[in-house]
């Protein structure tokens, strides 16, 4: 069946654009996650979602950042007036949300912010 | 603070060398533990996963790996590495009770042929 999709694939904007990067996870997936990756890093956790409600907000690094998500489908991560420090791949996971809590992860969109 | 670490972030080994990458997280509790692989121009996957039950578990593609509570560890080991070995290893741990994942810095893996 088809994975999880993030789109873009690449995005380049302005410092102090605002940018939307969107997550398709597997369908019937209720569980979502965002993660941020620097060049050279590990992944950062950003935000969770169990369906529409995010319980875990922990990880957002400033107000400029934000998520939603539809229902037990798509989610965006906006981040506004982007900084050059915004510059990362993000990657957007689900599972299933039972207790196995394996993550399929997409192939992430690759943000740069000149 | 919850933290994952992993020793190395560079590694080149022969094929048929054995492979043993560290993870080390800050404190205890109930965790469950995975180890993720990121071949070159792949998403991330999983390679194998503890929860509960026999502290040595088995994963895909011939990978180990040995949960040691009281050293907070979780290394992953192969007996012998192929040049398809060659990629990113993410060490990874979630506190039962909470919803984050925390990852580790990541390995890269480089098999020479």
């Known amino acids: 069946g088809a994975g999880v999709s993030q789109s873009p694939s690449n995005k380049v904007t302005e410092k102090g654009k605002d940018v939307e990067l969107r997550c398709d996870p597997i369908s019937g997936h209720t569980a979502l996650y965002w993660y941020r990756q620097r060049l050279g890093q590990g992944l950062e956790f950003l935000i969770y979602f169990q369906g529409n409600s995010a319980p875990d907000k922990s990880g957002l690094p400033s107000d400029r950042f934000s998520a939603e998500r539809t229902g037990e489908s798509v989610s965006t991560l906006t981040i506004q007036r982007t900084q050059q420090e915004d510059s990362a791949v993000y990657l957007c996971?689900?599972?299933?949300?039972?207790?196995?809590?394996?993550?399929?992860f997409g192939p992430g969109t690759r943000l740069t912010v000149t | 603070a919850q933290s994952v670490s992993q020793h190395n972030h560079h590694v080149i080994l022969s094929e048929a060398a054995s492979l043993e990458l560290g993870c080390n997280y800050s404190?205890?509790?109930?965790?469950?533990l995975f180890w993720y692989v990121q071949y070159p121009g792949q998403h991330l996957q999983l390679l194998l996963k503890?929860?509960?039950?026999?502290?040595l578990v088995k994963g895909i593609k011939g990978f180990e790996a040995e949960f040691i509570k009281s050293k907070f560890s979780f290394n992953l080991r192969k007996p012998s590495v192929q040049w398809s070995d060659t990629a990113e290893y993410f060490c990874a741990v979630r506190w039962t009770g909470g919803f984050k994942t925390i990852f580790g810095a990541g390995t890269r893996l480089f098999v020479k042929a």
């Open positions: 996971a689900s599972s299933s949300g039972t207790l196995s809590y394996e993550q399929y």
């Open positions: 404190y205890g509790g109930t965790v469950n």
């Open positions: 503890y929860f509960s039950g026999d502290p």
